[in-house]
């Protein structure tokens, strides 16, 4: 397995202790493997799997298309990729 830096190890921590410091509960997170992380009403879960269903479209198109979807990212350095498994 491969191995962070101290100040690599740092910033990890550093990061996850801002996430957890998130005033709501209602942010989640989807990506489609790129440098930015959508964020959504998690509260909106259902709908927008209906509108995935219905449309035979992709989560965040779907949550974008119900306005679920929030106008702000977290952008990453590098890419999120988004796989299953």
């Known amino acids: 397995m491969a191995?962070?830096?101290?100040?690599?190890?740092?910033?990890?921590?550093?990061?996850?202790?801002?996430?957890?410091e998130c005033p709501s509960n209602r942010i989640a997170f989807a990506t489609t493997g790129d440098c930015e992380v959508s964020l959504?009403?998690?509260?909106?879960?259902?709908?927008?799997?209906d509108e995935v269903d219905k449309r035979k479209s992709?989560?965040?198109?779907?949550?974008?298309?119900?306005?679920?979807?929030?106008?702000?990212y977290l952008t990453f350095p590098n890419q999120v990729e988004s796989t299953a498994g």
């Open 40 to 49: 959504f009403d998690v509260t909106r879960y259902d709908e927008i799997f």
């Open 58 to 72: 992709e989560f965040i198109p779907a949550a974008m298309r119900i306005g679920a979807a929030f106008n702000e």
């Open 3 to 20: 191995t962070l830096t101290k100040q690599e190890k740092a910033w990890v921590k550093k990061l996850n202790k801002l996430l957890a």
